[in-house]
């Protein structure tokens, strides 16, 4: 038995949508993305492109992206060659890297390399718009007392016999 679900035209609108709603919701305030792919099955591969699509069209330009190509420990079935993978990684401006979850092969260095990246981006965003994290606040002021306080302190007697 299968169940047919019919949706007028105007609750696919509605559908739709909602669905960009999340899409919006889910990416917003991404600083970076890890694409990956199983490097022996080809049509994952195929659908990097797709993705890379949907982050680009719902992220800022400036998201930092790494393609990973998964399971490098299975030579013997290997459906995309590195350099297919390498060609694309440069032609999309993106970063690439090569693991193997099993043999915790290059994760690690996955992950630091693509937080290195966005700590890069996001220090040249805050230089350029001139925010230095070390700066006080603008209007703000601290009152850090004045010289007479010192003073009353020393004279008090709580540091000196």
């Given at each position: ?39 022996t ?15 680009r ?9 790494m ?14 060659s ?12 993106t ?19 693509v937080l290195t ?8 965003k ?10 006080l606040p603008?209007g703000q ?5 004045s010289r ?13 016999a």
């Amino acid at each position: 038995m299968s169940v047919l679900y019919y949706a007028p035209v105007m609750e696919l609108g509605s559908l739709f949508e909602q669905y960009r709603a999340i899409t919006s919701a889910y990416y917003r305030g991404a600083v970076g993305a890890l694409l990956v792919y199983d490097v022996t099955r080809h049509v994952t591969f195929e659908n990097v492109a797709r993705w890379l699509k949907e982050l680009r069209d719902h992220t800022d330009a400036h998201i930092v992206v790494m393609l990973v190509g998964n399971k490098a420990d299975l030579r013997h079935l290997r459906a995309v060659s590195t350099e297919d993978a390498t060609s694309f990684a440069e032609g999309e401006n993106t970063f690439f890297m090569e693991t193997s979850a099993l043999e915790s092969l290059n994760v690690e260095s996955a992950f630091t390399e693509v937080l290195t990246q966005i700590y890069r981006v996001v220090s040249k965003k805050a230089l350029e718009i001139g925010d230095d994290p070390a700066a006080l606040p603008k209007g703000q002021t601290i009152d850090v007392g004045s010289r007479d306080d010192v003073s009353a302190v020393k004279k008090s007697g709580c540091c000196s016999a």
